[in-house]
């Protein structure tokens, strides 16, 4: 089903919270003219830690409300949906749902590339206690690049801190240099570390200052920004079914107001919310 320019066929962005708005903010940088479309499941978050199959039905009717809003094209900006859930959807639900639609995840474009920034082929992964124990970074960077040693260092505090408005307090810089100072302890080589969760890119600052020098730190906005770019461009089915009139919309599960204040310091620009159903 091809749409006429004047259909509305937003590309989907999703998160269980306001993580996802990060990621989103570097892809309309990236992208500015296309219409976008923001689901966070503020009121069923954290995804974190709960079951795959909670996570999986919980993504599975998100992908439904964004293909109900016209979307052919969706990313999960979670990495805890792009872990427990993204496999199982392509695979085994859009075949019947919606074979002419697309859902994309954060994982894959960023392991893509995390080998070409490091030197000694030493990765440091930090991100919360489920991605950490989905092993879904060590499993996909050991496919692209075999050589590349892997250390994950489980961040709990990070996301409550940014979630707190604590992440610019010297309170945050207690658990930052703690958590680094524990991945460092795997391998002093480490050279390149990934911040593999959303929420994380508000502490980059604070990350910065407590790695030696050199080190390289990867938000994964950027990559999925420049990732989606390149999938639009060998995909001239699914780029040419999205609406371009630089429109766009968020919605919670949650709270709109709630909603607002927050993810105004995720995307870095004020925010209108509206509170939907899934």
Excluded at 33 to 50: E, F, I, Q, V, W
Excluded at 116 to 138: D, H, Q, W
Excluded at 161 to 184: C, P, S, T
Aim: net charge negative.
């Amino acid at each position: 089903m091809s749409n006429s320019k004047n259909d509305y066929a937003p590309i989907g962005v999703f998160d269980s919270g306001y993580g996802g708005l990060t990621v989103m903010k570097e892809i309309v940088r990236e992208l500015p003219g296309y219409d976008y479309l923001y689901l966070g499941d503020n009121a069923r978050s954290p995804y974190g830690t709960r079951s795959f199959e909670t996570v999986y039905r919980y993504t599975l009717e998100a992908v439904k409300w964004f293909f109900a809003q016209g979307c052919p094209l969706v990313v999960l900006a979670c990495n805890t949906a792009s872990a427990k859930a993204l496999r199982s959807i392509q695979q085994n639900d859009l075949p019947t749902l919606a074979p002419d639609r697309r859902v994309l995840g954060v994982i894959r474009p960023t392991t893509e590339v995390i080998g070409n920034y490091s030197r000694t082929n030493k990765v440091g992964i930090l991100a919360t206690a489920g991605t950490v124990a989905s092993g879904s970074y060590r499993i996909e960077i050991e496919k692209f690049f075999p050589e590349v040693e892997v250390y994950q260092e489980a961040c709990p505090m990070w996301v409550p801190l940014v979630e707190n408005g604590e992440h610019d307090q010297a309170g945050a810089d207690y658990f930052i240099e703690k958590n680094i100072r524990e991945l460092l302890s795997s391998d002093e080589k480490i050279d390149t570390v990934l911040l593999a969760c959303t929420h994380y890119p508000l502490l980059a600052e604070k990350i910065r200052k407590h790695l030696p020098a050199g080190v390289e730190v990867l938000s994964q906005g950027e990559i999925v920004a420049a990732s989606l770019q390149e999938y639009l461009q060998r995909h001239p089915e699914i780029q040419g079914r999205l609406s371009a009139t630089g429109k766009r919309r968020f919605c919670t599960t949650d709270d709109p107001g709630n909603f607002e204040r927050q993810a105004t310091k995720f995307f870095g620009a004020p925010v209108n919310a509206e509170q939907v159903e899934l």
